[in-house]
């Protein structure tokens, strides 16, 4: 189930020592999730348990950036790429993302 979210111009900024982490499965279901990426989502342990990593995709973000991403972990590879996020409450924030295959 997805949550309807109806995004706002909040935005969220991260602390110079912020560093989020989050991990998939092969189907992009959340398996972990650190403090921070809970902090900024506003969603709680028990929401995200289980749900798509798209629970906090932003309109905003065209849909071949995330194509691309699929695309080259398919491949094993890494990828790097910005990517603007949205929270429970609407609000959005950017991060520099490095995505790995393990
Ligand atoms: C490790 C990992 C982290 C991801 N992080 C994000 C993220 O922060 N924001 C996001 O919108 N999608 C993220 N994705 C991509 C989503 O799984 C999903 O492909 C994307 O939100 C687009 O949704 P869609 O595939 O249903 O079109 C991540 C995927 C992986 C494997």
Redesign the pocket.
């Known amino acids: 189930m997805k949550y309807k979210v109806q995004p706002t111009d909040k935005e969220r900024v991260m602390r110079e020592t912020d560093f989020i982490v989050?991990?998939?499965d092969t189907r992009?279901i959340i398996t972990y999730a650190n403090r921070i990426f809970i902090e900024f989502l506003a969603y709680s342990e028990e929401e995200l348990s289980g749900k798509?990593?798209?629970i906090?995709?932003?309109p905003d973000?065209a849909?071949g950036v995330?194509k691309l991403?699929?695309d080259t972990?398919a491949q094993k590879k890494e990828i790097f790429a910005y990517?603007k996020?949205m929270s429970k409450d609407g609000g959005f924030y950017w991060?520099f993302?490095n995505?790995t295959p393990s």
């Open positions: 989050s991990k998939t992009g798509q990593h798209n906090i995709r932003h973000m849909r995330f991403l699929w972990l990517v996020n991060v993302t995505v």
